[in-house]
C-alpha cells in the first residue's frame, strides 16, 4: 500500500508550484518552475520528480492560482482560492503576520489580517509592477532578473521611474540610459517603482503596519527587491518576515486545505495529464488567420511580390541619403540612392546605448561607401 500524503499544487500566470506536506505539515518535496503556457505537462514534469524522490505514493490534492480552475475542473481536483490558501499557510507557518505582501508573475496582492478578519487587496488585470515587469525591464539593462538584482545591489542614486505600465516605465528609462545613468542605479530603480506601485496601487493610504510577510517568486528570489520594500516601509529585523518557503505559500496552503479522503495515485494524476488534454474555454476566439497551409502560402506569395528596390553600393556612383530612426529599443539606418532605391541598411537592438550602436553602425557605413558615392543629406528620427 502507498503512502498518502498532502499535495498543493499552485497554477500561477506564470510559474507551477507544488508542495508535498506530511502529516506534520513537513514539507516532503516541493519545486517551482515556468510553465511558458504549457501548464499540463510542467505540472505532470514537477509531480514525477516528486515521484522520483518519494517513491510511489497517493496523493490528497488541492489546486490553487490564477490559472488553476479549467485544469482543477478537468481532473476532478478540488480548487481553492489562493488568498485562502495563502492566509491558512500564514496560519500555519507565520502566524504573527499582520500584512503580506506578494508579488507573483502577472499579479500583485496585499493582504490585512485584522483581529480575525482578511482583506484582501489584489490586481489582477495589469501585469504593472510584477514578476513579468521586472523581467521586461530587465530586457532593456541586456540581462535577467536575477542580474537586476546583482546590479541593485550596488547602487548609487534613485531615480524616478513609473511602474503602473511597462510602457510608461520604457519612457522613463530609455532617456537615462540615453544620458549614461548606470545599470546599478536603473536597477534599483525599478525595483523601487515596484516598491512605489505596490505601496500606492493596492495599499491606496491604508497603513502597512506589524509584522509584514513577503512571499511569491519576485520577493524569494530578488533580494535587492525585498529590500527596497523593508527601507521604504522602514521596518525593523524584529516585524520581517521572510518564510522559508515564501514561494510556494499558495501551494503549501492548498496542501494544508486538502481533505482526507478520495486519495488518487499520483501515477494517475500524471498518465491523465501526459494525455491529450481538451479543455472548454469559457471565452470566445476569433477564427484562425488561415485556414490551411495552402492559404498561408498564398498569403506569403502575395506579399513577397512587393520589396524594396536595391541598388550595389560598392558600385555606386553619385548623391546619397542618410536616415537613421533612433527608437526606444532599436536603431536603424538606411542609405538611398538618388532614385530612392536601398544601397545600405543597418537594424539592431541598442544594447542599453543607443549612441554606441549608431556609432558602430556608422562606421561600418563609411568603411564600405565607395569614394564617389557622396552623402548630401542626413536625418534622424525616433524616440532617441
Known sequence: MNPCYRLGIDIGSTTVKIAVLDEENHFLFSDYERHFANIHETLADLLERATEKLGPIDIWPVITGSGGLTLAQYLDVPCVQEVVAVAEALETYAPKT?????LGGEDAKIIYFEGGNVEQRMNGICAGGTGSFIDQMASLLQTDASGLNEYAKNYKALYSIAARCGVFAKTDIQPLINEGATKEDLAASIFQAVVNQTISGLACGKPIRGHVAFL???LHFLSELRES???????????TIIPKFSHLFAASGSALLSKRENAIPAKDMIDRLHAKIEIAFEIGRLDPLFKDQSEFEAFEKRHAQATVQKRDLASYEGDCFLGIDAGSTTTKIALVADD???LYSFYHNNDGSTLHITLEALKDLFDHLPEKAHIVRSCSTGYG
Do not use: N, Q, Y
Not at 499582520?98 to 506578494?102: F, M, N, R, S, T
Open 216 to 218: 511569491g517568486g519576485p
Open 229 to 239: 520594500f523593508i527601507r521604504t516601509l522602514k521596518l525593523d529585523e524584529e516585524h
Open 98 to 102: 499582520d500584512v503580506a505582501i506578494e
Open 340 to 342: 530612392g532605391s536601398l
